[in-house]
């Protein structure tokens, strides 16, 4: 199931403006990817749960899908910053990403269940997924990761909507999707 993307022309409120400029400066830092998902993760927490840092538009989700909103696309292609809106059940694929990437619950709670590739056990035979842990993301809590070992499957496993963003180590606005590939294999699970 594919995400539902925002055509509205972003809105910055302060606190999002903020969390843009503490991101910035992490990732200006140069540094390698998964030691920049940990840096980003610190900027990140303090800004889940607030007031103000959504719009009410940012919030609203799509009865079909998950929904994604673009907030913020650095201008150099370095990060972008994007809130998903989950309505209870709602979920994405088996999926690994472009890039590193932080998530960090701003409402409700995110469910996750993470898989490890194995190869074919015999030439012309066919890889399989094993799921390696189920994980559940409370508001607030924030994880990261950096390819390669990040295929996930994400959904709100709660009765009402769950709001988590979404800092990327790519350009969202330019690619749409931080999704690298989608696995449609036998998986453990």
């Not at 993760?41 to 607030?50: I, S």
Request: with cysteine; hydrophobic share 35%.
């Amino acid at each position: 199931m594919a995400a539902t993307t925002d055509p509205y022309p972003v809105r910055t409120t302060e606190r999002l403006h903020a969390l843009v400029q503490d991101v910035r400066e992490a990732v200006g830092r140069g540094l390698p990817p998964d030691v920049t998902a940990y840096l980003v993760g610190e900027k990140l927490a303090p800004h889940l749960g607030a007031e103000g840092l959504l719009t009410e538009a940012q919030r609203e989700g799509d009865p079909e899908r998950y929904r994604q909103h673009l907030l913020h696309a650095e201008g150099d292609g370095s990060f972008s910053v994007v809130a998903l809106v989950w309505l209870p059940g709602q979920r994405t694929s088996i999926h690994d990403h472009v890039s590193w990437c932080v998530t960090g619950v701003h409402q409700g709670e995110e469910h996750e269940r993470r898989y490890r590739l194995l190869p074919a056990e015999s030439p012309g035979g066919t890889a399989r997924l094993v799921a390696t842990e189920d994980v559940v993301n409370p508001e607030g809590s924030v994880c990261g990761f950096a390819p390669p070992g990040d295929i996930h499957r994400v959904w709100n496993g709660c009765d009402s909507t769950a709001i988590s963003l979404h800092i990327y180590g790519a350009d969202i606005s330019r690619l749409g999707s931080s999704v690298r590939r989608v696995y449609d294999l036998p998986a453990d699970a």
